[in-house]
């Protein structure tokens, strides 16, 4: 196959390639990482409007009956609203020169190429994600002397919460992402449960006391964990694929992605990390 076919066919075929092979990129991504489990899913809006909204309902109280019929109407509905702007751009473009498409051909170089940007992208996502929750949450220290009391009181702070908008948390709704380090110290107490641990692909995840552990290294520097409720924060993602075109007065031709996202505290009240003790 000459070079000017090569081309051809990487701008032609080559575009139905990278929209599938990013399909399964934001599925893989998906799949395979603990912010995609743990974000906020529960949006409205537009995202290419540069925001989306999360809402917050406060909890309604009871009254004695007849209160709505003396009053005239019953209680408002009260929510706190919480914009999720989407302003941190991201690309992943690159350049790819003739040659190297005659090495590897159209559909092997895509495929190459977008597996290293959707670990790329993970590792973005996920350091964001925990880094947000991080200065979001609340400090965490712990009175427990073993490690199993110490996680057990975790657990306990984020269940126990109560507030305008919560009135305690099922612990199946609560994650403790751990250093590997740390999550090392509980492991083996972990192991010794019946069905507690799935290892999901990049990390490993068990349930300790009814409450979910995770093993992750894409932790901030300088916490031993962060335990959060599920929903705590939104990172609302918007891919766009840049279709292979050729680059001016040269030989290569570009591809690749543009991440357009936001990552913001929803539910700070439900947020705890703890700092390592040195």
């Known amino acids: 196959m000459g070079e000017d076919a090569l081309s051809i066919e990487l701008q032609t ?27 906020n899913t529960e949006l409205s809006g537009d995202p290419s409007t540069g925001s989306v909204n999360a809402k917050r309902f406060v909890n309604v109280k009871g009254n004695v009956y007849g209160t709505a019929r003396t009053g005239g109407a019953g209680q408002k509905v009260a929510v706190k609203p919480v914009i999720v702007a989407i302003d941190d751009d991201t690309e992943y473009i690159e350049e790819v020169e003739e040659k190297d498409l005659r090495m590897y051909g159209v559909n092997g170089l895509i495929e190459k190429r977008t597996v290293n940007h959707q670990e790329s992208i993970k590792v973005e996502l996920e350091e964001k994600f925990f880094a947000v929750a991080k200065t979001a ?24 919460t109560k507030n305008d908008f919560v009135r305690g948390v099922p ?49 901030p520097a300088g916490v031993d964990y962060i335990g959060m409720v599920i929903g705590s924060v939104a990172q609302p993602v918007l891919p766009s694929i840049y279709n292979p075109k050729k680059v001016d007065l040269s030989d290569a031709t570009a591809f690749g992605m543009f991440l357009y996202k936001g990552t913001k505290a929803v539910m700070e009240d439900l947020i705890i990390y703890k700092n390592t003790v040195i």
Not at 150 to 160: D, M, N, P, V, W
Request: charged share 25%; glycine share 4%.
């Open 171 to 219: 612990r199946t709704m609560i994650e403790i992402a751990m250093t590997p380090n740390y999550y090392g110290k509980l492991r083996t107490k972990i192991a010794t449960l019946p069905n507690s641990n799935s290892n999901v692909k990049s990390f490993e995840l068990g349930i300790y006391n009814n409450a979910k552990v995770s093993s992750n290294v894409f932790l």
């Open 137 to 160: 949450g609340t400090q965490f220290t712990p009175t427990a002397i073993t490690v199993e009391e110490e996680i057990e009181q975790a657990i306990q702070t984020l269940e126990t």
């Open 13 to 39: 075929t080559g575009k139905d390639k990278l929209a599938e092979e990013y399909g399964k990129v934001i599925e893989n991504i998906n799949a395979d990482t603990a912010s995609s489990r743990l974000k």
